[in-house]
């Protein structure tokens, strides 16, 4: 799959924020169809973060939610504010 189909736009919500700042997570709707592999290879070519681990689910509206911790050395923060969701 396509990098920007995997990806269809950045969660924010009140606890996503807080997963940003104290967990080094970023939270994503990615496309239901897309496994974490597929997830993590997204993150590291549209955003140049490479992921540590990917947890994802299926939320009660259908959609697919992942979570995102990055490795050490890759701040959520800077990613977060260069998409203008901080």
């Excluded at 189909?5 to 994503?28: D, G």
């Excluded at 140049?48 to 923060?77: C, P, Q």
């Amino acid at each position: 799959m396509e990098s920007h189909k995997v990806i269809k736009y950045p969660m924010m919500t009140e606890r996503s924020v807080n997963m940003i700042e104290n967990e080094n997570k970023l939270v994503f709707i990615v496309d239901r169809r897309a496994n974490k592999h597929d997830i993590a290879a997204a993150i590291k070519e549209l955003y140049e973060v490479e992921a540590e681990t990917v947890n994802t689910l299926i939320t009660r509206k259908g959609e697919k939610k992942a979570f995102i911790k990055l490795k050490d050395g890759y701040d959520a923060s800077d990613v977060a504010i260069r998409l203008g969701i901080l």
